[in-house]
C-alpha cells in the first residue's frame, strides 16, 4: 500500500548507475524501495513473477520484494492493473511518460535489454524466452538465440509468426558462429510455408545448403563446440547431397561422421573436448546414420549413449526414438514396455522438424513394426495415421513407412494394388531423395516387394530382386522363393547355408531354420531333429510375439509347421493369438506351393508352347502324336496350377522355369 515501508534491498552492486530518484509522479505512487528500478519492468508489456525476478537479478540489486508484494503495493497505488493473465500485471497507461523517463535515467532500454539478455538461463517461462530471442538477436547474441530455440521449440508459442520469422531469416554470420541455427532456420522456413511436400523438404535442403557452403570448414573452428556441431550439420547435410551412384551420399556423410569422432578424441585428449549436450548432438545424429546404414546394433549403441549424455529433454526423445526403431528392425522381439506400445503422438508444435518430434516419428514407425510382427493389422493402421508420408519424408524414413506399407498390402490387401502403390511411392520420392538405395530403405523396401512377388506367383522376378538387397540379407528371401516354388530340396539347401554360416545375425538363423522345417514337412522328410528344431524356433517366435515368419510362409507350409506344433505349444497364451492372427491373412491369389518335377519332355515342350507354333507342328516337330503333346500341356497346365496355354506360359515364366 501506499506509504508503507518494504524490506531495504540486498545489493549485489548494480551495474548502472543509480544517480536520483526524485521522480516526482513515482514518488508519489511507490515506497522509497522501489521507485528506482521499477521503470525497468517496463521492458515487458506484461510483467509476471519470472520477468519481475529476472530483470531486478539483472540490475544487480537483488530481490527488493517478492513478487507477490511488488504486485499488491503496485496496485493498490494506481500504477498496474491485472494482466491477461492470473498473477500478472500491465502499467496503466498514464503513467506511460513518467516510467519512460526513470527507463532514461537507468541507461535507457536498449542497455537494459542488454543486461537481461545478459543474466537470462534457459528454462525460465517460455513467454519470457521468446522476448529474449528478440532482445539477443538485436544484439547479435548468437550464443543465447540458439539457446531461445532450444528451450522454445517444445512449446507451442513458438508457432506465433513473428518468432518464426526471426529464426527463420538468422542471417548467416548466425549460422556459422552457432551451427545448430542452421537446423532452426531451415525448420522455422518450413514450419511457415504451406503444408505439404514442398513444407517436408524446405528443412533438409537448408541442412543440405549450409553443411557445404558455411560448415565445410568444420575442422578448422578455434572451439570445440561449435567445430563438433558444424561436422554434425556438416554430415547431416551430405545424406541429402545429390549423388551419381546409389549410396554415395550417405558413405559420405559417414566419413565426415568418422572424421569428427577422430576430432573429438584429438581435443579430448588435449583437454579441449566438446561439452556433454555438444556430444549429445553428435551422438544422436550418428545414430542415425548407423540406422541408415543398416547397422542396428550400432545404432543402439549411439543412442543409448547420446540418451545419458543428454540436458535436454528434446535430445533424449530423439535418442529413445531411434533405439526404438533400431531395436524393431534387428531383434525380432515385437513386445514394448506398456506405457510405450502403441502411445507415441507428434507432439512438438514444429512437428517432425522439431527435435522431439522428430524422436517421436521414429518410435511411431518403432510401434507399427512392433505391430507388424504381431500381425495387429489395426495397431499397424494407427502408426500409419500418426505418421504423415511427408512428415516421414522430412525424418529420412519414407523407405521405412512405405515398407510398412507394402507389408500391409500383401499380409492383409491386394497384391496387385499393393504392388502398384509400392512402385509409385519409389518413383514419386526417387528425385528428391536416395533412400531406397541406402542399405536401410534397400532392405526394407525389398524385402515388402518380395514378399508380394512371392505370393503372387513371380518367383522369377523375385528371384532377380534379391540382387538389390544389401549383402548379408540375401539367402533368407531366396529360401522362401524355393520353398512357395516347391523346391523343396533347394530350400532345405540355401537354409541351411545361411543358418550355420559366419556372422549371420540371431534373427536369421531363427528365421532360415523356420523355412528349412517347414520344406522338410512338406517334403515329407521325419527326420526328428527337423522337427524338435521346429518346435523349438516356433516356441522362440510365439513368446516374442514374432508372428510374421509364419504368416510369410505358403498356407500349406503354414498349416504344416502349426500341426506340428500344437501339441506342444497349445497351453502357449500366445499361441492362441498367433492361430487368431493367421486366420485373419488374406490368403487369395496365393500360388500355394506345388512340386515342380518337369520330365525331360516337359523340359523341351515348355519352350515350345511359349511361342505362336500350333500343336500338330509342336507334334510334328517332336516326332509324336498330336495327343501326346495334348497330354502333355495338360499335365503341365496342372502342374502349374493354369487354365490355359497362355496362363501355363505366365506361370512357367514366373516360376523360372522358362526365361
Same mark, same amino acid.
Given at each position: 500500500?501506499?506509504?508503507?515501508?518494504?524490506?531495504?534491498?540486498?545489493?549485489?552492486?548494480?551495474?548502472?548507475?543509480?544517480?536520483?530518484?526524485?521522480? +516526482? =509522479?513515482?514518488?508519489? !505512487? @511507490?515506497? &522509497?524501495? #522501489?521507485? $528506482?528500478?521499477?521503470?525497468?519492468?517496463? /521492458?515487458?508489456?506484461? %510483467?509476471?513473477?519470472?520477468?519481475?525476478?529476472?530483470?531486478?537479478?539483472?540490475?544487480?540489486?537483488?530481490?527488493?520484494?517478492?513478487?507477490?508484494?511488488?504486485?499488491?503495493?503496485?496496485?493498490?497505488?494506481?500504477?498496474?492493473?491485472?494482466?491477461?493473465?492470473?498473477?500478472?500485471?500491465?502499467?496503466? +497507461? =498514464?503513467?506511460?511518460? !513518467? @516510467?519512460? &523517463?526513470? #527507463?532514461? $535515467?537507468?541507461?535507457?532500454?536498449?542497455? /537494459?535489454?542488454?543486461? %537481461?539478455?545478459?543474466?537470462?538461463?534457459?528454462?525460465?517461462?517460455?513467454?519470457?524466452?521468446?522476448?529474449?530471442?528478440?532482445?539477443?538477436?538485436?544484439?547479435?547474441?548468437?550464443?543465447?538465440?540458439?539457446?531461445?530455440?532450444?528451450?522454445?521449440?517444445?512449446?507451442?508459442?513458438?508457432?506465433?509468426?513473428?518468432?518464426?520469422?526471426?529464426?527463420r531469416d538468422l542471417p548467416v554470420e548466425a549460422r556459422i558462429a552457432r551451427p545448430v541455427l542452421t537446423w532452426a532456420s531451415g525448420a522455422a522456413e518450413a514450419a511457415l510455408?504451406?503444408?505439404?511436400?514442398?513444407?517436408?523438404?524446405?528443412?533438409?535442403?537448408?541442412?543440405?545448403?549450409?553443411?557445404?557452403?558455411?560448415?565445410?570448414?568444420?575442422?578448422?573452428?578455434?572451439?570445440?563446440?561449435?567445430?563438433?556441431?558444424?561436422?554434425?550439420?556438416?554430415?547431416?547435410?551430405?545424406?541429402?547431397?545429390?549423388?551419381?551412384?546409389?549410396?554415395?551420399?550417405?558413405?559420405?556423410?559417414?566419413?565426415?561422421?568418422?572424421?569428427?569422432?577422430?576430432?573429438?578424441?584429438?581435443?579430448?585428449?588435449?583437454?579441449?573436448?566438446?561439452?556433454?549436450?555438444?556430444?549429445?548432438?553428435?551422438?544422436?545424429?550418428?545414430?542415425?546414420?548407423?540406422?541408415?546404414?543398416?547397422?542396428?546394433?550400432?545404432?543402439?549403441?549411439?543412442?543409448?549413449?547420446?540418451?545419458?549424455?543428454?540436458?535436454?529433454?528434446?535430445?533424449?526423445?530423439?535418442?529413445?526414438?531411434?533405439?526404438?526403431?533400431?531395436?524393431?528392425?534387428?531383434?525380432?522381439?515385437?513386445?514394448?514396455?506398456?506405457?510405450?506400445?502403441?502411445?507415441?503422438?507428434?507432439?512438438?508444435?514444429?512437428?517432425?522438424?522439431?527435435?522431439?518430434?522428430?524422436?517421436?516419428?521414429?518410435?511411431?514407425?518403432?510401434?507399427?513394426?512392433?505391430?507388424?510382427?504381431?500381425?495387429?493389422?489395426?495397431?499397424?493402421?494407427?502408426?500409419?495415421?500418426?505418421?504423415?508420408?511427408?512428415?516421414?519424408?522430412?525424418?529420412?524414413?519414407?523407405?521405412?513407412?512405405?515398407?510398412?506399407?507394402?507389408?500391409?498390402?500383401?499380409?492383409?490387401?491386394?497384391?496387385?494394388?499393393?504392388?502398384?502403390?509400392?512402385?509409385?511411392?519409389?518413383?514419386?520420392?526417387?528425385?528428391?531423395?536416395?533412400?531406397?538405395?541406402?542399405?536401410?530403405?534397400?532392405?526394407?523396401?525389398?524385402?515388402?516387394?518380395?514378399?508380394?512377388?512371392?505370393?503372387?506367383?513371380?518367383?522369377?522376378?523375385?528371384?532377380?530382386?534379391?540382387?538389390?538387397?544389401?549383402?548379408?540379407?540375401?539367402?533368407?528371401?531366396?529360401?522362401?522363393?524355393?520353398?512357395?516354388?516347391?523346391?523343396?530340396?533347394?530350400?532345405?539347401?540355401?537354409?541351411?547355408?545361411?543358418?550355420?554360416?559366419?556372422?549371420?545375425?540371431?534373427?536369421?538363423?531363427?528365421?532360415?531354420?523356420?523355412?528349412?522345417?517347414?520344406?522338410?514337412?512338406?517334403?515329407?522328410?521325419?527326420?526328428?531333429?527337423?522337427?524338435?528344431?521346429?518346435?523349438?524356433?516356433?516356441?522362440?517366435?510365439?513368446?516374442?510375439?514374432?508372428?510374421?515368419?509364419?504368416?510369410?510362409?505358403?498356407?500349406?507350409?503354414?498349416?504344416?509347421?502349426?500341426?506340428?506344433?500344437?501339441?506342444?505349444?497349445?497351453?502357449?497364451?500366445?499361441?492362441?493369438?498367433?492361430?487368431?492372427?493367421?486366420?485373419?491373412?488374406?490368403?487369395?491369389?496365393?500360388?500355394?506351393?506345388?512340386?515342380?518335377?518337369?520330365?525331360?519332355?516337359?523340359?523341351?515342350?515348355?519352350?515350345?508352347?511359349?511361342?505362336?507354333?500350333?500343336?500338330?507342328?509342336?507334334?510334328?516337330?517332336?516326332?509324336?502324336?498330336?495327343?501326346?503333346?495334348?497330354?502333355?500341356?495338360?499335365?503341365?497346365?496342372?502342374?502349374?496350377?493354369?487354365?490355359?496355354?497362355?496362363?501355363?506360359?505366365?506361370?512357367?515364366?514366373?516360376?523360372?522355369?522358362?526365361?
Open positions: 500500500m501506499p506509504g508503507a515501508e518494504l524490506p531495504p534491498p540486498v545489493s549485489r552492486g548494480s551495474r548502472l548507475d543509480q544517480g536520483d530518484d526524485s521522480t +516526482p =509522479e513515482l514518488s508519489l !505512487a @511507490l515506497p &522509497a524501495s #522501489l521507485r $528506482r528500478w521499477t521503470p525497468a519492468l517496463t /521492458l515487458w508489456p506484461v %510483467v509476471d513473477r519470472a520477468r519481475f525476478d529476472l530483470t531486478f537479478r539483472c540490475l544487480g540489486e537483488g530481490p527488493v520484494s517478492d513478487w507477490t508484494t511488488f504486485a499488491a503495493a503496485a496496485t493498490e497505488a494506481g500504477l498496474v492493473e491485472p494482466g491477461p493473465d492470473c498473477d500478472t500485471v500491465v502499467f496503466r +497507461p =498514464e503513467w506511460a511518460a !513518467a @516510467l519512460e &523517463a526513470g #527507463l532514461e $535515467r537507468l541507461g535507457g532500454r536498449d542497455a /537494459l535489454r542488454a543486461l %537481461v539478455v545478459d543474466e537470462w538461463s534457459p528454462g525460465l517461462d517460455p513467454l519470457v524466452t521468446a522476448d529474449i530471442a528478440f532482445w539477443a538477436r538485436d544484439v547479435g547474441r548468437w550464443e543465447v538465440v540458439e539457446e531461445a530455440w532450444i528451450g522454445l521449440n517444445v512449446h507451442n508459442e513458438l508457432q506465433t509468426g513473428d518468432l518464426l520469422a526471426l529464426f510455408i504451406a503444408a505439404g511436400r514442398h513444407g517436408a523438404e524446405t528443412a533438409p535442403t537448408a541442412i543440405m545448403l549450409d553443411s557445404a557452403m558455411l560448415h565445410s570448414n568444420w575442422s578448422r573452428r578455434e572451439d570445440t563446440d561449435t567445430a563438433v556441431y558444424a561436422g554434425t550439420l556438416r554430415m547431416l547435410g551430405e545424406r541429402r547431397q545429390p549423388s551419381t551412384r546409389p549410396g554415395q551420399a550417405l558413405e559420405a556423410a559417414w566419413r565426415t561422421k568418422v572424421e569428427v569422432e577422430a576430432f573429438i578424441d584429438a581435443r579430448s585428449r588435449e583437454g579441449r573436448g566438446p561439452a556433454r549436450r555438444t556430444q549429445a548432438l553428435y551422438r544422436v545424429m550418428s545414430a542415425q546414420l548407423a540406422l541408415f546404414r543398416a547397422a542396428p546394433l550400432d545404432a543402439i549403441s549411439e543412442a543409448r549413449w547420446a540418451a545419458l549424455l543428454a540436458d535436454v529433454e528434446q535430445v533424449r526423445v530423439l535418442a529413445r526414438g531411434i533405439e526404438a526403431l533400431a531395436v524393431s528392425v534387428s531383434m525380432g522381439d515385437a513386445r514394448a514396455p506398456d506405457d510405450e506400445a502403441g502411445s507415441h503422438q507428434i507432439t512438438d508444435p514444429l512437428g517432425v522438424r522439431g527435435m522431439r518430434g522428430l524422436g517421436q516419428a521414429f518410435s511411431i514407425i518403432a510401434d507399427g513394426n512392433r505391430a507388424l510382427r504381431r500381425l495387429d493389422v489395426e495397431a499397424v493402421e494407427v502408426a500409419l495415421s500418426r505418421l504423415r508420408a511427408q512428415d516421414a519424408a522430412f525424418a529420412g524414413l519414407w523407405a521405412v513407412r512405405a515398407a510398412l506399407e507394402g507389408f500391409r498390402d500383401g499380409l492383409w490387401g491386394d497384391l496387385e494394388e499393393g504392388m502398384r502403390h509400392l512402385s509409385m511411392e519409389i518413383a514419386r520420392r526417387s528425385l528428391g531423395t536416395r533412400e531406397q538405395d541406402e542399405p536401410l530403405g534397400a532392405a526394407v523396401l525389398g524385402r515388402a516387394r518380395l514378399l508380394m512377388l512371392t505370393k503372387s506367383g513371380a518367383f522369377s522376378a523375385a528371384t532377380a530382386s534379391i540382387g538389390q538387397l544389401p549383402d548379408g540379407l540375401r539367402l533368407l528371401p531366396q529360401a522362401r522363393i524355393h520353398l512357395w516354388a516347391g523346391q523343396f530340396e533347394q530350400a532345405i539347401r540355401v537354409a541351411d547355408a545361411g543358418a550355420y554360416a559366419e556372422g549371420r545375425g540371431f534373427v536369421d538363423r531363427h528365421l532360415l531354420l523356420i523355412v528349412k522345417a517347414a520344406a522338410s514337412l512338406l517334403a515329407r522328410r521325419s527326420d526328428r531333429d527337423i522337427r524338435s528344431a521346429a518346435i523349438r524356433e516356433l516356441r522362440h517366435l510365439v513368446l516374442t510375439e514374432n508372428f510374421v515368419p509364419v504368416a510369410v510362409l505358403p498356407k500349406p507350409a503354414r498349416d504344416a509347421i502349426i500341426e506340428l506344433c500344437a501339441p506342444e505349444l497349445g497351453d502357449e497364451p500366445n499361441f492362441s493369438v498367433l492361430l487368431k492372427r493367421l486366420a485373419q491373412l488374406n490368403d487369395s491369389g496365393d500360388t500355394g506351393v506345388r512340386p515342380l518335377h518337369l520330365t525331360e519332355r516337359e523340359v523341351v515342350l515348355l519352350p515350345m508352347l511359349a511361342t505362336d507354333m500350333p500343336v500338330p507342328e509342336i507334334a510334328r516337330q517332336l516326332q509324336v502324336s498330336v495327343n501326346t503333346v495334348r497330354k502333355q500341356v495338360v499335365t503341365l497346365r496342372e502342374k502349374f496350377g493354369a487354365d490355359s496355354r497362355l496362363e501355363l506360359i505366365r506361370r512357367a515364366r514366373a516360376y523360372g522355369a522358362l526365361s
